[in-house]
């Protein structure tokens, strides 16, 4: 793998949510510096090495039609999927690649405007699904079934009202948690790209979110497993909330410590497996079954893992454990419903990730706001934010291949 390659791209990403609420996928925005040439297959060797197929469906969007030709010529069969702009298929040459693409069994994808359905006929039938983005009046449809639905109790009587969502397709620009309930529950999507965060934590205003079941049962049945310290601290790494209620703990009056506790792994290093067994059953009854919270704590988690990548490089366990933290707790606050100073201040944080966090300052804040940046799909925003930090496009790049790899 050439060093050039990663480095002749911008990249940024964005998850993919299934039915479950798990990521089933990641659209990669991949897009050449200006007057840079991209080998394609250089670039598909780096993300094969980086970042290998697995469960999870691999989605590149790329921003120039010269290197979505080459990735057409000469991307293998199923793995990672390509997706093809309608703008772009009035080119008769690159409509010729995409029914050629598909004949070799490549995963094509049709991306469209808001509201548009696919207008070149001839290559319909070369795709493995569309993208497509509800407009207002599709959206108040998809709202109006929706209810009626809700109405009817799901029986589908004769007062049904036909949605505009169309089963098997993925969607992106979801608003609401109405909309992605009606698409994911009930017109069997394939999935959602993005997340209407604001929305689902809207209908948390008036009470408090608890952490997740799942991961405290997990963290319980390791305990119970006597599975590692690292284990351990990195299934609780899992849980943003989580972290943050056990480092209360871990400093409150009630357990008495003598030393302050900075960190997950000095909290249970200090508390040890059967306090923390029982910490975890007293704080069971009232933990979360929303699974539409998952979506928001698992992108939470994905920026503290790629800070850590881009702390990686000859850094001690120790850093990293806080750059992780400075990631963690970076976004805390939508899930505590309250200000992010006021709630960190209530934790002996180390000062570097106080400093990142609440005031865009220190060693750390160049990689929190990288990290950040990758979220958006602006890859100009994310080239100037690099840029600005003199983080090179290769190495930030391999970091977030690796931690999808990883995540």
């Not at 923390?276 to 979360?288: C, D, G, V």
Request: aromatic share 6%; proline share 5%; net charge neutral.
């Amino acid at each position: 793998m050439t060093p050039s390659v990663l480095g002749s791209v911008t990249m940024g990403y964005q998850p993919l949510w299934n039915q479950w609420r798990r990521r089933s996928g990641v659209r990669l925005w991949v897009d050449p510096y200006s007057g840079s040439a991209v080998d394609a297959q250089h670039l598909l060797q780096a993300l094969q090495e980086l970042w290998p197929a697995g469960k999870e469906t691999q989605l590149l969007s790329v921003r120039t039609p010269a290197l979505l030709s080459d990735l057409l010529e000469h991307a293998p069969p199923g793995g990672i999927w390509l997706e093809v702009p309608d703008a772009w298929l009035g080119d008769t040459q690159l409509a010729n690649q995409v029914r050629q693409a598909h004949q070799r069994g490549r995963r094509l994808v049709w991306s469209g405007e808001v509201g548009q359905a696919a207008s070149h006929a001839e290559v319909q039938g070369s795709f493995h699904k569309t993208l497509r983005t509800l407009s207002p009046q599709d959206a108040l449809g998809a709202l109006r079934a929706a209810l009626r639905r809700n109405q009817d109790g799901g029986s589908g009587g004769a007062g049904v009202v036909p949605s505009p969502v169309v089963p098997g397709a993925l969607y992106e620009g979801l608003a609401s948690q109405a909309l992605v309930e009606h698409a994911l529950d009930h017109q069997a999507v394939w999935g959602v790209a993005g997340w209407p965060t604001e929305e689902m934590l809207y209908a948390y205003r008036y009470k408090q979110i608890q952490p997740a079941r799942e991961v405290m049962r997990d963290l319980v049945r390791a305990i119970d497993a006597d599975e590692s310290l690292e284990a351990l601290e990195r299934r609780m790494g899992d849980e943003p909330l989580l972290i943050y209620r056990f480092l209360r703990f871990a400093n409150s009056a009630a357990l008495a410590l003598r030393n302050e506790t900075a960190s997950v792994r000095q909290g249970l290093l200090n508390m040890g497996y059967s306090r923390l067994r029982s910490w975890l059953m007293e704080q069971m009854p009232h933990a979360s079954s929303d699974a539409n919270l998952q979506p928001i704590r698992g992108a939470m988690v994905l920026r503290a893992r790629i800070m850590e990548r881009l702390a990686d490089a000859g850094a001690e366990d120790e850093l990293r454990r806080e750059v992780f933290m400075c990631g963690i707790f970076s976004q805390v606050d939508l899930l505590l419903g309250e200000n992010l100073g006021a709630a960190l201040h209530r934790l002996p944080l180390p000062g570097r990730v106080a400093s990142a966090v609440l005031g865009q300052t220190g060693p750390y804040a160049p990689w929190l706001q990288v990290a950040s940046a990758l979220e958006g799909s602006s890859t100009k925003v994310i080239r100037d934010v690099c840029k600005a930090h003199d983080l090179p496009a290769d190495e930030v790049n391999r970091a977030l291949l690796r931690s999808l790899a990883s995540a």
